[in-house]
């Protein structure tokens, strides 16, 4: 009785239930919340803290930014008949609200385009080493068509192409990366696909902020793994797989897409690279210590850089259980899957 009573009493005042109303439709930095409000951040804040409190609300950290998404409570029935209902979600102030939320909208997409027309020079010296990115796009997609990529975890997400790129097929997603400035160019990238393609992304993708070597996700969370052009960050790559067979449950997999071993040197001078590619030794080798089974690999020629796609599974454990038949017909499809 009380709880209900907490979640009546916070949506009793105005700003709390406009707040509710915006973050249904997408998740929102406090500072944005108080641009579209026209209030001041700690006033803001004082009601985020109602919210929350109540199960209204969700706060997460990202770099110096505070965002927001609808907590637990807000799924509840009889909550979600009166966001949805025309005397809420139609009056003349949360008509005002969403037209604020488009300026804010706006202004991310005008950021993300800021941030392209800055790296574009460094990007492009980069793709012009190998193959058109298109080309292992498909090469990816090709691998991937009949997985069941079921939850997603996309480490070093960067601008959000691969949870562009699979997340439709995903039943929902993790964008991971280490930079908070990234996630808010994901974030932008994802408003501009869903608004062109119709899609549902931004509900079913939780950006989130955290180091490939120590993933902010709970053992055996995850059937599926994207790393893109990522791992040749990591200063040890095989604990990186390690952490990655960690979160991965049985019969999931990762899709690994990075540059086969190459000696330019520039590339870690000058971009940052820790590793200069990887042997194909080296990764089943990785693989198998992480306790991953390399299913299927795929050689992308086109450059000075030669693209690779290494897939691998995590076996399933071992098991008198009932389901134990069902996990290695999950694990023969992945198979026949990327053949």
């Known amino acids: 009785m009380d709880h209900i009573l907490n979640i009546f009493r916070a949506l009793a005042d105005p700003t709390r239930l406009r707040i509710v109303l915006l973050l ?12 579209i409000l026209n209030q001041s951040q700690p006033r803001i804040s004082r009601h985020i803290r109602i919210l929350d409190e109540a199960g209204l609300a969700e706060r997460r950290k990202e770099g110096s930014w505070v965002f927001l998404k609808p907590g637990p409570a807000s799924e509840l029935e009889i909550l979600g008949r009166i966001f949805r209902s025309d005397k809420v979600a139609k009056s003349e102030q949360a008509m005002q609200d ?50 069941q990529l079921g939850k997603m975890l996309d480490i070093g997400t960067g601008t959000g192409r691969m949870v562009e790129l699979f997340g439709p097929s995903a039943q929902s997603v993790i964008a991971l990366d280490k930079s908070p400035e990234m996630l808010r160019l994901a974030r932008a990238k994802l408003l501009e ?21 120590q993933l902010p996700v709970e053992n055996c969370a995850v059937d599926s793994v994207i790393l893109h052009q990522v791992l040749h960050y990591a200063q ?75 897939v691998a599974r995590k076996p399933a454990i071992t098991s008198l259980h009932p389901d134990a038949d069902k996990a290695a017909s999950r694990s023969e499809n992945l198979k026949r899957a990327t053949a």
């Open 24 to 35: 249904q439709k997408m998740e929102l930095a406090v500072g944005e919340l108080a641009q």
């Open 98 to 147: 969403q037209a604020q939320l488009s300026l804010v909208r706006k202004a991310r997409a005008e950021m993300a385009e800021r941030y392209f027309s800055a790296h574009a020079e460094e990007w492009d010296a980069i793709r012009s080493l190998h193959l058109p990115e298109a080309e292992v796009e498909r090469a990816m997609l090709v691998l991937l068509k009949d997985a």
């Open 193 to 213: 696909s869903e608004a062109a393609n119709g899609s549902a992304l931004v509900q079913k993708t939780e950006l989130k902020q955290g180091d490939f070597n």
């Open 236 to 310: 040890h790559p095989e604990a990186v797989l390690v952490e990655v067979s960690r979160v991965l449950k049985s019969n999931g997999f990762v899709l690994i897409a990075d540059f086969a071993a190459h000696d330019r040197e520039d590339l870690r001078t000058e971009h940052a690279h820790a590793r200069l590619g990887f042997s194909d030794d080296s990764m089943k080798r990785w693989l198998t210590a992480s306790k991953l089974e390399l299913v299927q690999t795929r050689t992308l020629d086109g450059g000075e850089l030669t693209v690779k796609i290494w």
